[in-house]
Nanobody, 124 residues
Framework: QVQLVESGGGSVQAGGSLMLSCAASGRTFSSYCMGWFRRAPGKEREFVAAISWGGGSTYYADSVKGRFTISRDNDKNTVYLQMNGLKPEDTAVYYC?????????????????WGQGTQVTVSS
């Protein structure tokens, strides 16, 4: 099983950009679909974006579509989330997670393991 470590969070003003990275240990990274999720203060964790094993398929939450881009580099065992046009409502702890299946990219119950999370704060 891979272990996941997120990085790249921080504080930005509205309209700014951040790129999150999620580095995976182990040699089986390419056998996992990867997802990004977030938990805003006082809210439940929600789906943000997902990418299939080789990166040929992606899926986004409506709230981030057109602003965020998920990508992966299997040679570097890393998945990325490029976030542009950030809004205060994007403020959250962002988690990456790995799934063996692409059957339900938004299904949190299908993801294991999870990273520890990285904080993103967007000020108005």
């Amino acid at each position: 099983q891979v272990q996941l470590v997120e990085s790249g969070g921080g504080s930005v003003q509205a309209g700014g950009s951040l790129m999150l990275s999620c580095a995976a240990s182990g040699r089986t990274f390419s056998s996992y679909c990867m997802g990004w999720f977030r938990r805003a203060p006082g809210k439940e964790r929600e789906f943000v974006a997902a990418i299939s094993w080789g990166g040929g398929s992606t899926y986004y939450a409506d709230s981030v579509k057109g602003r965020f881009t998920i990508s992966r580099d299997n040679d570097k065992n890393t998945v990325y989330l490029q976030m542009n046009g950030l809004k205060p409502e994007d403020t959250a702890v962002y988690y990456c997670a790995a799934s063996r299946t692409w059957s339900q990219p938004t299904g949190q119950h299908l993801y294991n393991p999870w990273g520890q999370g990285t904080q993103v704060t967007v000020s108005s």
